[in-house]
């Protein structure tokens, strides 16, 4: 048969081998849809064909529906008619997984009537995390497949799970870790003994085994979900579609899918998945030789130091880390240990890469150890001086084409750089802590860092499993500056009326993770404060100063491990301090300011406002690439709610 691309039909006996081939993850574009509806109709009317055999070539089976496509006028065949035109075929379909099954891929695959996969697949419906819920019938062959509760989790969560997992649940019927084809013509050819099992929607939906529980389940999807909408209604379709025929539920899934692909929640979601992808735009690195990356040298194993070697570690990267003295340097052992272990005891490794991680560790109180490290990172105290002469004991002994970083959170890496004899080798990476789990890092990009030691950074990055973003030389970067800039904003509203309770209540009610005195409470007052003085010098004599967060801290109230900052503490709770509101209301007065009132919306509005201005000046001093990276910036580095898509989004400015 003429098949066009991306697919292609070939006939093994009585089998029939479709092949979609779609680089670069097989997504389900129209030439894939029109194609699949060719070889159904096809397959259908040739009874020499037995069972058809639907594989994906690539590094992955069908990985959802093409996103491109979204935003634009709808294509026939639409995917949901495909499918059940796959479903209720008379020769069977049975789908050879691999890879990331995801979405309207495994829409795909749970149309078929079999499916075998290898044991790496990974398999999920992650439609929430665009504003969506699966569109092609997925809330309803899920639950037909396996348990209520976790096609719960799979669909309200948007999780992928592993194949094991998926052959336990019952989602697919054999996995191998060998040759996949043959392993499923094997499979096909056990079948024949079989009857051919009913088609996916033809089974009885599995009911919650405990309905109570369940409507628990459901109730935290939604106390989760906070302003999201996707999670509540992929929780309602499940939910709902207990109680409906296959045909209601596949109607009640296909309208809740095309209200939620037009709501702007779902524009901001798929705007912040392409901007995450799309960070690293550079002419100068197109074509770049890249540095191999195999063993990094980290001088400091405090807080930032041991993140970032289990960072590297999780990552096969072998790390050798340097302290002061031995006792240190253990200390930075042990602190780095612990994380492997946590990721070990959570399962997210097994004993064996485990083992191996630690083999791959090393610990030094001496310099020479980083010999052999392609590229070293300091992360020591935020001196300049300790840095600087941390700087020159790495460059005294490593290769000379090792590259030098600095993880530092505010110095200027410029000036940093020229502290080297050779200038070009040196970056800044800053990770944000905890640097093991924070997908963020911002490439500090000096003046004189030559194009490949650049490109090596973002490859480097790109191997962690970072969204890496470039970020020119400034005060703070691109996120520490944001956030210096909207904490300013929230203490001038301190001081003309506002309360920190009521401007932390705001953030949380917008959608961020924790309000910004929280947040301060929790990292300690002390940091900032040594900052600002530190730059009171510099400060301009004109520049409005807020000095409440000073006279805490003369206080002696640092936060949680005070037990008391701008919230007095007693155990896990957390409480509005009357003595922190006095002394607010007597610095409003002291200044003659009179105090009004502020509404959350009147709160989000200063801080959005603020963050905005500030974006716009990074962008102006070409401190940041484009608007959408800071969008992804300010988003993997305070959590602010994906759905909306950013500040810069919500401004007009980026995406869309
Ligand atoms: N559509 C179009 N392009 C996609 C895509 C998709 N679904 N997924 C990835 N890409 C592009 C991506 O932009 C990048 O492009 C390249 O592929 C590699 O991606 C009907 C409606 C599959 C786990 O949400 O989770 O199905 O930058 O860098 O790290 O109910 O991509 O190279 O030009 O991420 O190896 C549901 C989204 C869709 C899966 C691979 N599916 N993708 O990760 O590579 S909605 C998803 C991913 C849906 C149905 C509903 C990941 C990945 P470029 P990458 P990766
Ligand atoms: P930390 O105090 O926890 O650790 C610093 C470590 O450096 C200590 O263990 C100290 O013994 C070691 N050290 C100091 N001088 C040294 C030297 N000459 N040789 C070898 N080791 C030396 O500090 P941290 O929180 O890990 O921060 C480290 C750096 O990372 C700072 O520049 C900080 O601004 C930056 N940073 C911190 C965070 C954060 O949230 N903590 C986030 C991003 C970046």
Known sequence: MGLSMPLTLKRQNNIAIVTIDNPPVNAASHAVRQGLL????????????????????GRTFVA???????????????????????????????????????????????????????????????EVNLGLIPGAGGTVQLPRLVSAELALDMVAGGKPISAKAALHAGLIDALTEGALTPFALSFIDNLASHPVRPSTLDKAVNLPVDQAAFDEKVAKVTARAKGQKSPVAAAQAISKGFNLTVEEALQQ??????????????????????????????ERLKGQKLAQIQTVGVVGGGTMGAGIAAACLLRGVSVVLVERDDDAAQAGFKRTADILAGSLSRGLVSQQKHDKMLDSFTVSANYAAFAHADLVIEAVFENFEVKAEVFSKIEAVVRPDAIIASNTSYLDVNALSQTLKHSSRAIGLHFFSPAHIMKLLEIVVPDTVSDEVLASCVAFGRQLGKICVLAGVCDGFIANRI??????ECEYMLEDGALPWEIDEAMLAFGMPMGIYQMQDL????????????????????????????????MGRFGQKSGRGWYIYDGKSRKPDPEVQALILSESSRKGITRISFSPDQIMSRILGRMQTEGHAILNEGI????????????????????????MFMEGLSGA
């Not at 093409?66 to 789908?95: C, N, S, Y």
Request: hydrophobic content about 40%.
């Open 253 to 282: 899934e296909r309208e809740t899918f095309l209200k939620l692909k037009d709501d702007p929640q779902s524009a901001a979601l798929r705007h912040i998945f392409f901007a995450e992808r799309g960070t690293i735009s550079l």
């Open 624 to 647: 940041a690439q484009r608007a959408e990276d800071i969008d992804v910036v300010m988003i993997n580095a305070f959590g602010f709610p994906r759905w909306t898509g950013g500040p």
């Open 64 to 126: 959802g529906a093409d996103i491109r496509e979204f935003g634009k006028p709808p294509v026939e065949p639409h995917l949901p008619d495909v499918l059940r035109l796959i479903e209720t075929a008379q020769t069977p379909w049975v789908a050879v997984l691999h890879g990331s099954v995801l979405g309207g891929g495994l829409e795909l695959a749970m149309a078929c009537r079999y499916r075998v996969a290898n044991a790496g697949a990974q398999l999920g419906l992650p």
């Open 523 to 554: 990292a300690g007052l002390d940091i900032a404060w040594a900052m600002r003085k530190r730059q009171a010098a510099e400060r301009k004599s004109d520049e409005r100063y807020v000095d409440i967060a000073d006279k805490l801290c003369e």
């Open 483 to 488: 956030m210096s800039a909207y904490r300013r």
């Open 38 to 57: 060719d070889v159904v109709q096809e397959t259908e009317r040739d009874p020499t064909v037995q069972a058809v055999l639907l594989t994906c070539a």
